[in-house]
């Protein structure tokens, strides 16, 4: 009994093959009719798997070398299916070609383009990769220890409201900023470190023409033995300049970041008035594009860095702004609705 089905199996493999050979030669030069035959032989209900699924009752010392036929089989059917679709694909490509009036106009091929974040981003990381960072991303999701408190942000620190906070769990947080990945980085790397962290962060906040609930930072840090403050002035100047132009002023504000000490924000010279005062730069001529300073020596020992040895500066931007002025665009919205009249204008 066991005998027979194993010579049944043999059997019906070459009938099969008898089969195909005939179905080919009926077959027309579709794409569809190949496409069905491919279903009737290869499919998941076609008939090569219900050969495999007798084999099954092949007696276990018949069953390799029967196996072995029906493999072969499929093999050759796959292969003959192959270079049938490549063939005709090939012929569906030319045919239109041939057959078309050469002085009608060509077909009109829409391009995709990169989204403006996308773009500015990459902006970004040229200027910065000129001038020696290396570029690294960091986690979206994080513990409150890397978005806050070795950021110098302890619990119920008055300075954690200044960003509004998604929670994903008691100790675990969307990042509210890149600074997280500072921490990352310096946890497991010793310096003199060079490196920008773009990426996303996330905000509870109530949505309008200025702010959505995620946006985008871009983030630095250097540390090195000896790093100024004038370096750190030198450095964002010569960005603002290769980004938006030669002409740009900048200036530096006193301000607070728990992270470091001292602490600025850099504005530069309105970019639509040219300092002359405009409804965009609020008649002040000057237009607020990031903050920065000296890393907090709390923050090196955080990280097992020995803040009399070591010196750094940091800074953060969001590149949602610096498109929106680079782009003039004036709502913040348009980067998230995936609007196509809006995203063809960057092609
Ligand atoms: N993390 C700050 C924010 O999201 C931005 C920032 C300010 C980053 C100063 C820095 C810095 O590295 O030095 O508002």
């Known amino acids: 009994m066991v005998f027979r089905l194993a010579v049944t199996l043999t059997n019906k493999i070459t009938e099969i093959r008898t089969l ?8 027309s030069d579709s794409i569809d009719s190949i496409n069905s035959l491919k279903t009737k032989y290869l499919g998941r209900k076609g008939i090569i798997s219900g050969l495999f699924r007798q084999l099954r009752d092949v007696a276990s010392g018949d069953r390799s070398i029967t196996g072995k036929e029906l493999n072969k089989l499929k093999e050759e059917i796959t292969d003959v299916l192959q270079s049938l679709l490549s063939h005709v694909s090939r012929t569906d490509i030319q045919q239109p070609q041939i057959s078309k009036d050469i002085h009608l106009p060509g077909d009109y091929i829409r391009v995709g383009s990169l989204h403006p974040i996308e773009k500015t981003i990459q902006e970004v990381k040229r200027i910065f990769s000129s001038i020696g960072f290396s570029v690294v991303y960091g986690p979206e999701i994080d513990d409150e220890y890397h978005n806050f408190e070795a950021l110098n942000l302890p619990k119920h620190h008055p300075a954690r409201d200044m960003q509004d906070t998604f929670y994903v769990s008691k100790d675990v ?15 497991e790397q010793e310096p003199p470190l060079r490196f920008i962290i773009p990426g996303r962060v996330y905000r509870n906040e109530a949505i309008s023409v200025r702010s959505y609930c995620l946006f985008h930072q ?20 010569y960005f603002v300049r290769n980004f938006f132009g030669d002409d740009v002023n900048a200036r530096f504000r006193p301000s607070f970041f728990p992270f470091t000490e001292p602490s600025a924000e850099m504005d530069i010279s309105c970019i639509f008035c040219r300092g002359g005062g405009c409804s965009t730069c609020k ?65």
Not at 173 to 187: A, D, F, G, K
Not at 219 to 237: D, I, P, R
Not at 300 to 319: H, L, Q, R, S
């Open 218 to 237: 871009v983030e630095g840090l250097y540390v090195n033995e000896h790093v100024s403050f004038a370096e750190l002035k030198g450095t964002l100047e």
């Open 20 to 27: 195909f050979q005939s179905d080919t030669k009926s077959v």
């Open 173 to 187: 947080v969307l990042r509210t900023h890149t600074s997280n990945t500072q921490i990352h980085v310096m946890e």
């Open 283 to 347: 008649k002040t001529g000057w237009l607020e594009i990031l903050g920065c300073g000296m890393v907090d020596p709390a923050v090196f020992e955080k990280v097992g860095y020995d803040p009399i040895k070591w010196k750094g500066y940091a800074f953060g931007m969001g590149i949602e702004r610096l498109a929106m002025l680079k782009y003039r665009i004036d709502d913040i919205r348009l980067f998230f609705n995936g609007d196509v009249r809006f995203l063809r204008q960057f092609t």
